[in-house]
């Protein structure tokens, strides 16, 4: 099993910068994708960005340039750096783990930019 737990989410002004991080616990090997999905009021969970224990990234085009993702293999960490956030990045942050087939998700934590 693998327990997730999301910290540094809040209110941020348009702009400015905000760190999410997220600590994982459990089965964690290198054989593992870590990341993050938000969810806005009243849309779908969207995938926002994710690496490998390797350090491949990928982000979603809406966040390129702005948000980088990096992770800390020894203490299986996983952080989302959120530069020059904007309103419409509001979500709650979902921190992700896929280990094989198995997918793994924290509970949330909620990023508010105004503007």
């Known amino acids: 099993q693998v327990q997730l737990v999301e910290s540094g989410g809040g209110l941020v002004q348009a702009g400015g910068s905000l760190r999410l991080s997220c600590a994982a616990s459990g089965s964690i090997d290198s054989n593992t994708i870590m990341g993050w999905y938000r969810q806005a009021p009243g849309k779908q969970r969207e995938w926002v960005a994710s690496?490998?224990?390797?350090?491949?990234?990928g982000y979603v085009d809406s966040v390129k340039g702005r948000f980088t993702i990096s992770r800390d293999n020894a203490k299986n960490t996983v952080s989302l750096q959120m530069n020059s956030p904007k309103p419409e990045d509001t979500a709650v942050y979902y921190c992700?783990?896929?280990?094989?087939?198995?997918?793994?998700w924290g509970k949330g934590t909620l990023v508010t930019v105004s503007a």
């Open positions: 992700w783990l896929r280990r094989y087939t198995m997918e793994y």
């Open positions: 690496i490998t224990s390797g350090g491949n990234t």
